[in-house]
């Protein structure tokens, strides 16, 4: 009895990780997606200022008095939160008190788009 007890409890461990595992691997390869789907948005519309790799070094961006941000640099980006990223993309970088020079993509880009964005943001 003990050992069917014990079969029991072991088939139900592995059944969970594996459950999670799975779980894990299929939200690492949803955000993967978005954020390959976000650096095509990302290339129509954010790289003429933000650079290829996101660097804040695109073309425009050169001919900037303010300097777009970078967004590999991982110390200063981890301490911005999705909701502030959202803000900024839709709402231009006015709504956060940064440079007006950043255009609200509300209207031109879907909901869908700018999440999309933010995973490819948070992707580098």
């Keep these: 009895m003990k050992r069917v007890a014990v079969f029991?409890?072991?088939?139900?461990?592995?059944?969970?990780?594996?459950f999670f595992a799975t779980t894990s691997q299929r939200a690492r390869a949803m955000s993967a997606a978005k954020a390959a789907s976000g650096r095509d948005v990302h290339v129509k519309n954010c790289q003429r200022c933000h650079g290829p790799q996101g660097k804040g070094d695109g073309p425009a961006g050169k001919l900037l008095k303010t300097k777009p941000a970078d967004w590999t640099n991982k110390q200063k980006m981890s301490g911005l939160s999705d909701d502030y990223l959202y803000k900024i993309i839709s709402g231009g970088g006015g709504s956060v008190g940064k440079s007006t020079l950043m255009p609200a993509f509300k209207g031109k880009l879907s909901d869908?788009?700018?999440?999309?964005?933010?995973?490819?943001?948070?992707?580098?």
Aim: net charge positive; no cysteine.
């Design 112 to 124: 869908g788009q700018i999440r999309e964005v933010m995973a490819f943001i948070r992707s580098l």
């Design 8 to 18: 029991i409890s072991l088939a139900l461990g592995f059944s969970a990780v594996m």
